[in-house]
């Protein structure tokens, strides 16, 4: 069977969290209201959906309506192409291709905002299959591990010797339930996230090699 190494998008690849952060979180408080938002907490990994579920434990009076509407007038270009890709993601990439690698990319974020990223990154095309979670009418999000099951069996990819790289905690457990090795990617976190049920950490790029090379 083959080895695959599966990325997620947001906060790996490219640093957009900070982004999301800056222009969600005023949208979120002037939907929501302020007290709503600080009781929601971090948001980092989750969908719109999700997000909603956690409102209406706090306000069963929000709008599920309301939050897409505000979500639908987040400027998407502006996020991908302010936001900085990671370094060394694509000399990663190239490596791992080099390798033998069979290398996917599961994401929250939707397919629009897959390809803004990808043509970004100059070895996009060793990326050989991206699967967009959003909206998807049959794969739960993360931290279901529906997407990574979905990816490594197209690859016909063994879970126990292949590798996802996660930074947030929802796509962490989407992938250890997918019986990956998971690799926290730390890089890009936001202030004060602490990561959670990583089979190891990494702060750079050029670390994941190191690991991969060491299992």
């Not at 979905?150 to 879970?159: D, G, K, T």
């Amino acid at each position: 069977m083959n080895q695959a190494f599966i990325f997620d998008m947001d906060g790996t690849l490219i640093d957009s969290e900070r982004t999301w952060q800056l222009l969600e979180k005023p949208m979120l408080e002037r939907v929501l209201g302020k007290d709503t938002v600080l009781r929601l907490g971090s948001t980092v990994g989750l969908n719109a959906s999700q997000i909603f579920e956690r409102v209406q434990k706090i306000d069963p009076s929000a709008s599920f309506e309301d939050i897409m509407e505000g979500y639908a007038g987040i400027d998407l270009l502006a996020v991908y192409e302010s936001s900085q890709i990671t370094s060394g993601a694509d000399e990663l990439i190239s490596s791992l291709d080099s390798k033998g690698y069979k290398i996917g990319l599961v994401t929250q974020s939707s397919q629009f905002c897959v390809e803004l990223v990808l043509k970004r990154l100059s070895h996009a095309a060793k990326i050989a299959q991206t699967l967009s979670l959003f909206r998807h009418p049959r794969l739960m999000p993360k931290p279901s591990p529906d997407g990574y099951i979905e990816i490594l069996r197209a690859f016909n990819a063994e879970p126990k010797r292949s590798f996802i790289l996660e930074d947030s905690n929802a796509g962490i457990q989407s992938g250890k339930s997918a019986g990956a090795f998971v690799i926290g990617f730390r890089g890009n976190l936001l202030d004060g996230y602490q990561q959670t049920g990583a089979d190891a950490y990494v702060d750079a790029m050029q670390q994941v090699t190191e690991i991969i090379q060491n299992r």
